[in-house]
């Protein structure tokens, strides 16, 4: 793995010292990660723990999150993703939005459309995330 490259905190922000984590995941037969942004371009590497869990480690440890999102891409232009599947960010606590504990780690959660049942990406589709984090409480 190379260096993390340094990330850049959004000028004019109403948080002090804001930083944007993104990055993709590529999704590959059974759920697999074929690819992903990985620890230079995104600062977080992931690795699937289950069925569409995919769990995400921050090398770089932040005081706070601020907010994030995950969402399905389709693999080609003029495709969507699978149907009726969706990704969220959860594992991300009430500590460490208030910044009471710092954060290093957060799990993306794909699911079918009821929000509720955990399933895999297809083959080819893309999870596209973004976490915001702080270095000031």
Request: hydrophobic share 35%.
């Amino acid at each position: 793995m190379g260096t993390e490259l340094q990330k850049h905190a959004r000028l004019k922000s109403l948080h002090a010292n804001e930083t944007f984590l993104h990055g993709t995941l590529v999704i590959g037969a059974t759920g697999a990660i074929s690819q992903q942004s990985g620890m230079r371009d995104s600062g977080v590497t992931f690795a699937q723990n289950g069925t569409g869990r995919y769990d995400g480690t921050i090398h770089r440890g932040y005081r706070r999150a601020i907010g994030g999102y995950a969402q399905l891409m389709g693999a080609t232009a003029g495709t969507v993703p699978s149907a009726a599947k969706e990704a969220f960010i959860t594992g991300v606590s009430a500590s460490n939005l208030s910044g009471a504990s710092g954060i290093t780690t957060f799990t993306i959660q794909c699911t079918a459309a009821d929000s509720a049942t955990a399933t895999n990406p297809a083959n080819g589709d893309i999870v596209t995330w973004e976490l915001v984090v702080s270095e000031s409480p």
